[in-house]
T-cell receptor
Framework: QKEVEQDPGPLSVPEGAIVSLNCTYS??????FMWYRQYSRKGPELLMY????GNKEDGRFTAQVDKSSKYISLFIRDSQPSDSATYLC???????????FGSGTRLQVQP | DARVTQTPRDKVTEMGQEVTMRCQPI?????VFWYRQTMMQGLELLAY????????DSGMPKDRFSAEMPDATLATLKIQPSEPRDSAVYFC?????????FGPGTRLLVL
């Protein structure tokens, strides 16, 4: 079993839809939770960063962490075609420590 | 606009040749990571440094891979000899606090 599990998709939604992306993890020592967006042939771009449990909102993006369930989510409101990319969850035991990545979910937002 | 830079962006080589990839971290970041991305394995840590000292290289095949930080502005990853199974995208990331910022990657194809 991988330390971080993520549904690879692809996930196809119409423009304007709310998108929910999720990861589960097994190591309770993980404390830092991040979401990266990766466009084709580009490097991962940091979207959201959360320490410990709770919610964090940034514009159309909301990240949620439930440490009791070992479950993290990213919500995208009013999705746009420009949101079409692969979304990677990434988790770490501590600041400036190595990240363990999910396999990534490929999202396609249809105009 | 501070960003991680990597060279070369693309590299095609023949099996048995030496490959050197270079990374310039964001100025002031003291932690540098090397990751490898493949379709089958996703993003995996190869090695990382803090203040130029290696902290973890357990993800790296020791017989052919080597990573160094000659100075604070340059990290290198070498493969000698290269093999077709090394074909992947190699990312460098740097971190000053809790989050990591990725470079554009070096796309390596070993024939």
């Amino acid at each position: 079993q991988k330390e971080v599990e993520q549904d690879p998709g692809p996930l196809s939604v119409p423009e304007g839809a709310i998108v929910s992306l999720n990861c589960t993890y097994s190591n309770s020592a993980f404390q830092y939770f991040m979401w990266y967006r990766q466009y084709s042939r580009k490097g991962p771009e940091l979207l959201m960063y959360t320490y410990s449990s709770g919610n964090k909102e940034d514009g159309r993006f909301t990240a949620q962490v439930d440490k009791s369930s070992k479950y993290i989510s990213l919500f995208i409101r009013d999705s746009q075609p420009s949101d079409s990319a692969t979304y990677l969850c990434a988790i770490s035991e501590g600041g400036r420590r190595a990240l363990t990545f999910g396999s990534g979910t490929r999202l396609q937002v249809q105009p | 606009d501070a960003r991680v830079t990597q060279t070369p962006r693309d590299k095609v080589t023949e099996m048995g040749q030496e490959v050197t990839m270079r990374c310039q971290p964001i100025l002031g970041h003291n932690t540098v990571f090397w990751y490898r991305q493949t379709m089958m394995q996703g993003l995996e840590l190869l090695a990382y440094f803090r203040n130029r000292a290696p902290l973890d290289d357990s993800g790296m095949p020791k017989d052919r891979f080597s990573a160094e930080m000659p100075d604070a502005t340059l990290a290198t990853l070498k493969i000698q000899p290269s093999e077709p199974r090394d074909s992947a995208v190699y990312f460098c990331a740097s971190s000053g606090e809790e989050t990591q910022y990725f470079g554009p990657g070096t796309r390596l194809l070993v024939l």
